[in-house]
């Protein structure tokens, strides 16, 4: 029954394909006018989810590289194995095996409109899909070998600059008698942030590059930098060379299971992808991002042993942190507070800290592979050449101390036959224990269900732990997610979901175990491919810090509500407009803060000159940060802007990339933010003395 159904349904592909070109042939080119586009708009959606739940400021350069990768080098379906197939991160387990099985069964696809007649599959995820993957018959592609790597790979080199153009508070002039008195009050370099990075790629066979990043405020080729760059990495990465998988010398990072035990580098959390909980690819992987301390640096290596595969990683490097005490006579950190992300030295008191502390790592992955099954098991061993200590306020309780953990943990993916379910329990020796347990199920062609439950102990040391979850640290958490994707009409798209959690220990800002809950539902209509429209609400509430009487501190609701509508339409074939309109709500201590954010882009792309030009205005008005919107802004290459919009004002920014040829790309990118509310703008060595934020921002690319 199901091969005649299946049989059926080719039948009636081919019928729609040749209809569709006969009938139609203005649409023919329907996937291929969108296989640049869809993509980049799921990445936007991510970058902001993420920007929204975390203070940190992310570099995406990981997640861009493996999407800009795969484009170039596009997975041949027709011909692909298993492993090939796992490649394309935007589908699960189930829908790679129901792909592999459907050209297993019924043949060789011959057109794309082909893929929405597999299980699983519907135009959104083809449309996504496309730009990834070629049915060109494996034999015409050419084989990349080690043949004149050098003569037929890539080369590319980024040169950019930027810098904020108003006077900031830190770059005034400063005595040194000043300095001497306070440190920490002048930034010891120039205002100019500087990026150079070189890549070079073959096929997928081999790369090497480095980059180096000097931050505004730092010193350049002087001082504490007296090589030049604050931040310098680098990378050799091969691949498949007899049994060697991978081999990276250099900086890498290690992913395996579902982030539990280790996983260095992004972490996608909730966001209207809903359905994209899983983390799949267990790999070792080249660094090239900007991040200084969220890395492996040494060799890591991936062994295929035939059925199981075996990864080594081992690490050693140093990253900043709060000393609190120096040990003179060796010259070293003997006692620190904790560790420093900012990767900013830019003054004395900074620069102390700077490189204070060794951090060797090492472990193992082995993970097998049967049919429908994969199981592994993950280690990290961790030492430092300071005491640790784990800080003084009743909420850092169980954070790590001490000089030196480990961490174990045993991760599964097991196929059904309608879906998949995954997990991974991860172990501290003398601390704590975190465990997660997810799936996702097709229930019908038009509706998918993914489900995840998380149990983080409070002792749990999340070190190199990126997995899902409501706090930015793997710790201290209690959770169950469902989401849930659904397609009831043509042209209609429903996403949505519902997470509720809780926190058995007290959290910063929270003295008291604390619970929330929050929720997504969007819908998306796209008639075609000249209008995209959606409607998205938003709402979290959950348990912080408010003032009680008599200035007793106790635990109350907070309670944020976000409102959006979004519509993009191309004009012309090189114009395009979009337009978003936001309402964001915030609620704590019977205190009701709003605000709103308006904005319009107007993208040009022409066509007989090598020139994209992108311009956004925006006007917002909020009571406080707590009402603070975030919007996605199209930035350089490699480059990334998510700013909250906050207070009264208005923002504009002008992009403009030109291809001049093949062997040369320039961007410039100049952004204003005019407030209406204040005339000092920041605080600290930010501060501006006035209404106006302005940055530029300019960048080439050199192919050869």
């Known amino acids: 029954m199901t091969s005649n159904c299946r049989i059926f349904k080719r039948i009636l592909s081919l019928i729609l394909i040749l209809l569709t070109n006969s009938l139609f042939p203005h649409i023919s080119g329907l996937y291929a006018q969108v296989q640049n586009e869809n993509w980049k708009s799921v990445f936007e959606n991510l970058a902001e989810s993420i920007a929204e739940r975390s203070n940190r400021q992310y570099d995406y350069t990981s997640l861009i590289e493996q999407l800009e990768n795969l484009i170039e080098n596009p997975v041949a379906i027709n011909s692909a194995d298993l492993q090939d197939l796992e490649k394309l991160a935007m589908l699960n387990d189930f829908q790679v095996k129901s792909l592999y099985s459907y050209i297993i069964e019924t043949g060789q696809i011959i057109s794309l409109y082909e893929l929405q007649f597999v299980y699983g599959f519907d135009r959104s995820i083809v449309e996504l899909l496309t730009p990834f993957i070629t049915i060109e018959d494996q034999n015409n592609i050419r084989a990349a070998s080690f043949h004149k790597p050098l003569r037929n790979g890539r080369h590319q080199l980024f040169l950019r600059a930027q810098r904020i153009l108003e006077k900031q508070e830190g770059y005034r002039e400063l005595a040194d008698s000043g300095i001497a008195v306070n440190p920490s009050s002048k930034y010891l370099g120039s205002p100019w942030r500087l990026y150079t990075r070189y890549g070079f790629s073959y096929k997928n066979r081999l790369a090497f590059g480095f980059t180096a990043e000097k931050d505004p405020g730092e010193e350049y080729f002087k001082g504490s930098n007296r090589l030049g760059y604050d931040f310098y990495s680098g990378f050799i990465q091969v691949n498949n060379l007899w049994k060697v998988k991978t081999l990276v010398i250099g900086d890498y990072e290690p992913r395996f299971g579902q982030g539990l035990t280790l996983w260095s580098g992004l972490n996608l959390r909730k966001s209207v992808e ?83 502390l060794n951090e060797p790592l090492l472990g193992f992955n082995l993970n097998i592979k049967r049919n429908r099954f994969k199981a592994g098991l993950t280690t990290l061993h961790y030492i430092y050449n300071a005491e640790v200590v784990q800080g003084n306020q009743p909420y850092e309780l169980f954070n790590f101390h001490g000089n030196s953990g480990s961490k174990i943990g045993a991760d599964y993916r097991l196929v059904l036959r309608s879906g998949f379910i995954f997990g991974e329990i991860a172990f501290n020796p003398g601390y704590g224990w975190a ?49 849930t994707r659904f397609h009831p009409f043509r042209f209609w798209r429903f996403s949505a979901y519902f997470d509720v959690f809780s926190f058995p220990w007290l959290k910063w800002n929270t003295g008291a175990p604390s619970k929330g809950w929050d929720y997504l539902i969007q819908a998306d209509y796209t008639p075609n491919q000249d209008l995209q429209m959606y409607v998205r609400i938003q709402n979290e509430k959950k348990e912080e810090n408010i003032s009680g009487e008599n200035k007793m501190i106790k635990t109350g609701e907070r309670n944020r509500i976000k409102l959006r509508y979004q519509i993009s339409y191309s004009v012309s074939p090189v114009l395009e407009l979009r337009n978003r309109v936001e309402w964001a709500g915030f609620i704590k201590n019977e205190k009701n803060e709003q605000g709103y954010l308006l904005y319009q882009d107007i993208i040009y792309k022409a066509i007989k000159y090598p020139l994209d030009i992108t311009f956004r205005f ?68 930010n501060k501006i003395a006035g209404n106006n934020k302005t940055e530029i921002k300019l960048q080439a690319r050199i192919k050869f």
Request: charged share 20%; aromatic share 16%; net charge neutral.
């Open 435 to 483: 465990f997660l347990q997810g799936g996702i199920f097709p229930l019908h062609e038009t509706i998918s269900l993914a489900l995840l439950y998380r149990n983080y102990g409070k002792d749990f040391q999340p070190l190199y732990s990126n997995a899902f979850g409501e706090n930015t640290n793997n710790s201290n958490e209690n959770g169950f997610y469902i989401g």
């Open 274 to 356: 809903v359905l994209m909980l899983e983390k799949r690819r267990n790999e070792i992987r080249k660094y090239s991002s900007t991040n200084e301390n969220q890395y492996f640096r040494g060799l890591g290596a991936t062994f295929d042993l035939g059925i199981p595969e075996l990864s080594i990683y081992v690490s050693s490097k140093k990253i900043d942190a709060n000393v609190l005490i120096w040990d003179t006579i060796n010259n070293r950190a003997k006692l620190v507070s904790g560790f420093d992300d900012s990767g900013l030295p830019a003054t004395h008191e900074q620069i102390k800290d700077k490189n204070s």
């Open 618 to 685: 925006a006007m917002f008005d909020t009571d406080s940060y707590n009402t603070r919107i975030y919007a996605y802004e199209n930035d350089l290459l490699y480059a990334f802007s998510i700013p909250p919009y906050y207070g009264k004002g208005i923002r504009t920014y002008l992009l403009i990339h030109s291809a001049f040829n093949r062997y040369l790309d320039l961007w410039f990118r100049i952004s204003r933010t005019s407030f209406t509310d204040r005339n000092i703008i920041g605080s600290g060595l």
